[in-house]
């Protein structure tokens, strides 16, 4: 090392007392005492305001600099390359096995594909959009989905018992526009031999599942579908999740649908009880108009695009001539069995079934401050997923006119003590005021369920939710954040 360094400093030297150096040093020099600075006496060279060896080396740290900065540079562009190349052999991945499900010849390349039976299974527990679009996604890899419901007594065996009972999961799955067969009371954890029975039962080509993790026991839940070479994953969906929308339900209040810009205290918003203030607004028109307040659909972590609307509304058409247009609207605030029952009872009455969905602003006003739970693109998205929908009309009027009913070509408008807005009242009534009566007719939603029910349900068991909400939440932005930072790297 005290060679190293001898050698180098023999070599700066040298270097300082160069031709080169000295006259450009002296260059220098000229051109500061020119602009007024005085040349200062007495450094280890005699003159100057910059030493030859202090030249020498400040041009040694430069160059070293710029190595490392390009060096620096290149790694960084090594790493985005690599991150990039994953994601695109991720992608191409995807997309041979999508192309290859999608081309499979049942008579050796005549042409006509053979059908191709996707399986995927879940509790679907509180279900939503998020699970609608696992169902979508699942069956653009085939031609026919095929969906397990996990039953009650193996998701408690499992974890703990699901919110809802196997009635009402059932249902929901069973409404969904992209499922085209259900099987009852599967198993949460498929043993080898069950899925054995299941695929070749039902004449399943490939078993499906989101990109996280499903662990049981230390045990991998597909693991028997991965060793027959049948199994393909989907990715999930972010930004929504049962344990999310739990968790808004958990913390139903004031604070939770209206927060004030300047995080006061709550207590300074606060107006009474949460059921004296229903169907009232108690913002102020000063603080309104200052904007200090939020609606609920803020709290959404869901990223609506144009392209996912689209992705929901494939397969729609314009009502062709002659048919009977019908047409209801309502809140459709956390989309449940008894919207499914409601919606198809409507669509037994005409061809076409236009739904109309209220504005988060028209629903808070109408029920109260503590509602919507789910914003106006999640409502949407809910029931666009439902198979006996033809068409929604987006932030629909509150007030049905003529002028809305001849742009839609409407025959027949339906009125429901079920659609989120409680029974029928004076409010109620004067939104038809303006259309004629006699197209105007009421109908009760079959099957008796509303978000009541599963609010009661969550509140009966607070503490054990409340938990379960936590411990959930961290295993899901421990997934998030793993899944994002490897992106990253």
Known sequence: MNELAITLDGWVDVAAESEIVTDYLSWIDTRLESAGIVAQKGNDQGQGLISP????????????????SIFLFRMRRRSRLKRE???????????????????????GGSGNKKEVRIFIDGAFDLMHYGHMNAFRLARSLGTHLIVGVNSDESITACKSAPLMNDEERLAMVKGCKFVDEVIPECPYVMSKEYLDDVMEKYKIDYVVHGDDPCIVDGK????????????????????????????????????????EAFNMPSDEHKSGDDDDDKGENTK?????????????GTQSKFLTTSRMLKLFSSGESAPAPGMKVI????????????????????????????????????????LGINLPLMNLHERVLSVLGCRFVDDVLIDAPYEITQEMISSLKIDEVLESPDTGYGSSSSQGSDRFGKIPKDIVHNIEQPYKFSLSNILERIQRNQDHFQARFQRKMMAERQFYEKKHSSKSQ
Do not use: C
């Open 327 to 366: 047409y209801i609207d309502g809140s459709w605030d956390m989309f449940h069995p008894g919207h499914v029952s409601l919606l198809k009872l409507a669509k037994e009455r005409g061809d076409f079934l236009v739904v109309g969905v209220h504005g988060d602003t028209v629903v808070n006003r109408v």
């Open 284 to 296: 102020s028109d000063e603080q309104e108009e200052e904007g200090q307040f939020f609606s609920l």
């Open 220 to 259: 991998d839940v597909y693991a028997a579908a991965k060793e027959m070479g049948k199994y393909r994953s989907i990715p999930r969906t972010e930004g929504v999740s049962t344990t999310d929308i739990v968790g808004r339900m958990l913390i139903m209040s004031k604070e939770h649908h209206v927060l």
């Open 85 to 107: 190349l994953r994601e695109a052999k991720a992608k191409l991945k995807y997309l041979q096995d999508k192309l290859q499900l999608l081309q499979m010849d049942g008579d």
């Open 53 to 68: 060896r202090t030249f020498v080396y400040a041009l040694i740290v430069s160059y070293a600099a710029t190595v490392v």
